[in-house]
């Protein structure tokens, strides 16, 4: 059945805020910012695919569409595809969807926060965690429903995001896309330039960091390279950590001396040693984790941002291990916060993806080389994100919770040499910790009271967990870093990172407790 069928016998349209949240809405504005070198329109409706409300359709409007016609459209939905028509052809108040049949050739996606050549559209007003927080006084809440409760940019009724798998985005005549390529009308145009699932995803991840704006990408890797690549110039300098993911640490070591930028590598606590480097070089970023892999280090992120911007120095904080949740990197100062959404975000396992988040201008920089080199993320994979983000602060809760306990167990036991983890007193930056973090993550370090062979034996002896290079999900992860992540180096030359034989990476599920406090205990006494 044609599409163009239906709209003899759906009344008008009318456009709405959300019922239940409508007075935390603004009400419509006089014009739309476009930032960049996009210029100001009258009237949002005047943005072919662009709305930031939601639409009202009749009550009747599910039964007056037949079962058939439901099945044969796109994900995307029947609401979708009749109400972007409306808003494409809206030419007055005298305008009525059943004086124009609805042709499906002319549907274009409707996408809030498109991208627009390079650019971002953006309601004035709608930015970051602002237009929530009225009436979301929590991260959990923020995680279910940002980008998503208040009308997103896909029209439809169903609770869930759909997914647009789509690879191109079509335009109905040639003047449309002219529009489109002097900034006159928002489309993603190619699917690596942007989708309205991902959309979803980034306006969610930018509420819980309180960002102005974000970018998912497909792994954590492609958003850490693709962001030293876009903000320091052939010939820069930043300065780095001692630990860190080994693959960051290659890419710092190996591919950035190419374009000839340098390093200089400090210990996460020694502001001496920042300071030295801001001094004597002209550092244009510093680049850490917080916590730390595999120790959980902890920057002072307010101190260090404070130096480094009075230097001219960019911060970038990567928050895997904290989450939004357990730490809030750019409202301690820090201009980006990294992430691969893969762990905790993701937090099932099952999908990679990472995210870069922070002002509007530096992340369009950072989008700007990302549309160049490539590395999207797929729609279902944000989908699968934007599902599990909403049990993030369930879960989050719990790893926290095991996490802390079972590190104050394992510093306790005779088996164990030395544990990690900041929630310890004994952890070189507790204090640090204490006055950044709400919670001390879900992932513990340890070192185990033997060699190699006995550290795998009990590694072996574990039942829960699975040995697992990752971290951050619902099942508990384990793995032993000098075989899972060092194997290829030396016992000297993995000691020059701190890689001992017997160190163990313990990432704690969502299991109830006494099931891994007995678990662990039993592996220990095997040994």
Same mark, same amino acid.
């Given at each position: 059945m044609a599409v163009s069928s239906f709209a003899r016998v759906i009344p008008s349209f009318e456009c709405r805020s959300d019922p239940d949240f409508s007075g935390c809405l603004p009400p419509p504005k006089a014009g739309v910012r476009f930032p960049g070198k996009a210029s100001s329109v009258s009237h949002p409706s005047q943005v072919h695919g662009l709305s930031s409300l939601i639409f009202r359709f009749p009550p009747n409007f599910v039964r007056?569409?037949?079962?058939?016609?439901?099945? &044969?459209?796109?994900?995307?939905?029947?609401?979708?595809?009749? @109400?972007?028509?409306?808003?494409?052809?809206? +030419?007055?108040?005298?305008?009525?969807? @059943? +004086?124009?049949?609805?042709?499906?050739?002319?549907?274009?996606?409707?996408?809030?926060?498109? @991208?627009?050549?390079?650019?971002?559209?953006?309601?004035?007003?709608?930015?970051?965690?602002?237009?929530?927080?009225?009436?979301?006084?929590?991260?959990?809440?923020?995680?279910?429903?940002?980008?998503?409760?208040?009308?997103?940019?896909?029209?439809?009724?169903?609770?869930?995001?759909?997914?647009?798998?789509?690879?191109?985005?079509?335009?109905?005549?040639?003047?449309?896309?002219?529009?489109?390529?002097?900034?006159?009308?928002?489309?993603?145009?190619?699917?690596?330039?942007?989708?309205?699932?991902?959309?979803?995803?980034?306006?969610?991840?930018?509420?819980?960091?309180?960002?102005?704006?974000?970018?998912?990408?497909?792994?954590?890797?492609?958003?850490?390279?693709?962001?030293?690549?876009?903000?320091?110039?052939?010939?820069?300098?930043?300065?780095?950590?001692?630990?860190?993911?080994?693959?960051?640490?290659?890419?710092?070591?190996?591919?950035?001396?190419?374009?000839?930028?340098?390093?200089?590598?400090?210990?996460?606590?020694?502001?001496?040693?920042?300071?030295?480097?801001?001094?004597?070089?002209?550092?244009?970023?510093?680049?850490?984790?917080?916590?730390? &892999?595999?120790?959980?280090?902890?920057?002072?992120?307010?101190?260090?941002?404070?130096?480094?911007?009075?230097?001219? +120095?960019?911060?970038?904080?990567?928050?895997?291990? +904290?989450?939004?949740?357990?730490?809030?990197?750019?409202?301690?100062g820090a201009d980006l916060v990294l992430h691969s959404a893969t762990k905790f975000l993701g937090g099932h396992n099952d999908v990679l993806a990472g995210c870069i988040s922070g002002p509007l201008e530096l992340v369009s920089v950072v989008r700007n080389l990302h549309h160049i080199l490539g590395g999207a993320i797929n729609p279902n994979a944000a989908y699968l994100i934007i599902r599990g983000m909403k049990t993030l602060h369930l879960r989050v809760q719990q790893q926290n919770s095991t996490a802390l306990r079972m590190a104050e167990i394992l510093e306790a036991h005779p088996k164990v040499k030395h544990v990690y983890y900041p929630g310890l007193q004994s952890h070189p930056e507790y204090h640090i910790a204490k006055k950044q973090m709400t919670g001390f993550g879900g992932v513990v370090s340890f070192e185990v009271d033997g060699d190699l062979l006995t550290t795998a034996k009990f590694v072996d002896a574990l039942r829960i967990p699975y040995i697992a290079p990752s971290f951050g999900g619902c099942e508990s992860i384990v793995d032993q870093p000098a075989i899972m992540s060092y194997w290829d180096l030396s016992q000297s030359d993995r000691a020059k990172y701190g890689i001992m034989d017997n160190l163990v990476r313990f990432s704690f599920g969502v299991e109830d407790f006494e099931d891994v406090k007995a678990d662990v205990l039993q592996a220990l006494e095997s040994i």
């Open positions: 007056q569409l037949s079962i058939k016609a439901r099945r &044969n459209c796109s994900n995307i939905g029947v609401a979708q595809v009749v @109400a972007a028509s409306w808003s494409n052809n809206h +030419a007055g108040p005298d305008f009525t969807p @059943a +004086a124009n049949a609805v042709d499906s050739s002319a549907v274009a996606p409707l996408v809030e926060n498109a @991208a627009f050549n390079d650019e971002t559209v953006q309601i004035e007003g709608f930015t970051g965690v602002n237009k929530y927080a009225s009436f979301l006084n929590s991260d959990g809440s923020v995680a279910i429903h940002a980008g998503e409760r208040l009308g997103r940019g896909i029209v439809t009724d169903a609770i869930t995001t759909p997914v647009v798998n789509t690879s191109a985005y079509f335009f109905n005549k040639t003047s449309d896309l002219i529009d489109f390529k002097e900034k006159r009308r928002a489309s993603f145009e190619y699917g690596r330039y942007g989708n309205p699932t991902t959309v979803v995803l980034e306006e969610k991840i930018s509420a819980l960091e309180g960002a102005e704006s974000t970018l998912v990408m497909a792994s954590g890797m492609c958003a850490s390279t693709v962001m030293l690549l876009a903000l320091v110039p052939a010939g820069g300098h930043i300065v780095t950590t001692t630990d860190c993911y080994r693959k960051t640490r290659i890419f710092i070591e190996t591919i950035l001396p190419k374009m000839g930028i340098t390093a200089t590598v400090i210990d996460p606590a020694d502001i001496g040693a920042l300071e030295l480097a801001l001094n004597q070089k002209k550092v244009n970023l510093f680049f850490t984790e917080s916590p730390t &892999n595999p120790f959980l280090r902890c920057v002072d992120i307010e101190l260090v941002s404070k130096l480094c911007h009075e230097n001219g +120095a960019l911060v970038c904080i990567d928050g895997t291990f +904290a989450t939004p949740l357990n730490q809030k990197a750019l409202a301690l």
